[in-house]
């Protein structure tokens, strides 16, 4: 049996139900929660203060690896910001960690994607934070909308097909790939559709987190179900 530590916004509903549908039966999950209600930037700065102790809590389960399972406060500073964070929860855990945030743009650089679009239920502020992430990762954003939401609850209780209606608004014949970022926002049981109707991947930002705590704990077997990253996983 494998562990895997994820940390999450406390108001966060979703990404632990998705991890638990697409992590194999050899692997447990555990969560640490991090007090955020609204997905704006100064919740979210506050919400890391508490990481560290929570990050030592996980570790005393004995888990293999620890993410931090939220998407906006692992960018939220630009470029390198991600890699701050996987240190810090690595000095207090002694554990090897990662964030949703790096495990996006390796999930990208693993798929060859160049050129995407970003779908998100952020608002105008957050997702241009996102977008410059992105960029400045060197990665060419063709397009950028999100839903416009700040109060993390409603993300949380939206219906699945948001997520599949904005991804096929936002795509384009020269994106190499469609991403659908916040860990809060239902999305993993549509991938598979609109990566057949559009023929090519979709990221989302909780099924690249599945595929990085799962790469990091050296599981092999592909996973079904959840589009081509997962699928393809070896």
């Not at 050899?26 to 609204?38: D, K, M, P, S, Y």
């Not at 990050?55 to 890699?83: C, E, H, M, N, W």
């Not at 609850?153 to 190499?176: F, H, Q, S, W």
Request: hydrophobic content about 45%; proline content about 4%.
């Amino acid at each position: 049996m494998a562990r895997i530590g994820l940390l999450v916004p406390s108001s966060n509903t979703t990404v632990e139900p998705e991890f638990y549908r697409a992590l194999p039966k050899e692997v447990t999950l555990h969560t640490g929660r991090l007090l955020l209600t609204r997905i704006a930037p100064e919740s979210i700065l506050k919400m890391v203060e508490d990481m560290e102790t929570q990050s030592q809590l996980l570790a005393s389960a004995d888990v293999d690896v620890i993410i931090l399972g939220a998407t906006a406060p692992s960018f939220l500073k630009g470029l390198g910001y991600d890699r701050e964070i996987i240190a810090k929860i690595e000095a207090a855990s002694g554990k090897p960690a990662t964030t949703t945030s790096t495990a996006l743009l390796q999930a990208l650089q693993h798929l060859g994607a160049k050129r995407v679009v970003l779908g998100s239920a952020y608002d105008d502020k957050v997702n241009a934070i996102a977008k410059s992430f992105l960029e400045a990762n060197q990665f060419e954003v063709l397009d950028a909308q999100g839903l416009s939401l700040v109060d993390n609850l409603v993300v949380g209780r939206l219906a699945v097909e948001t997520a599949y209606d904005l991804a096929m608004k936002i795509n384009r014949p020269d994106a190499d790939a469609i991403v659908l970022a916040c860990t809060n926002w239902k999305s993993m049981d549509v991938i598979e559709r609109i990566e057949r109707e559009t023929g090519k991947p979709v990221i989302s930002t909780t099924q690249a987190s599945v595929w990085a705590t799962l790469k990091a704990i050296g599981w092999k077997q592909p996973v079904a179900g959840y589009g081509r990253l997962l699928r393809d996983l070896k």
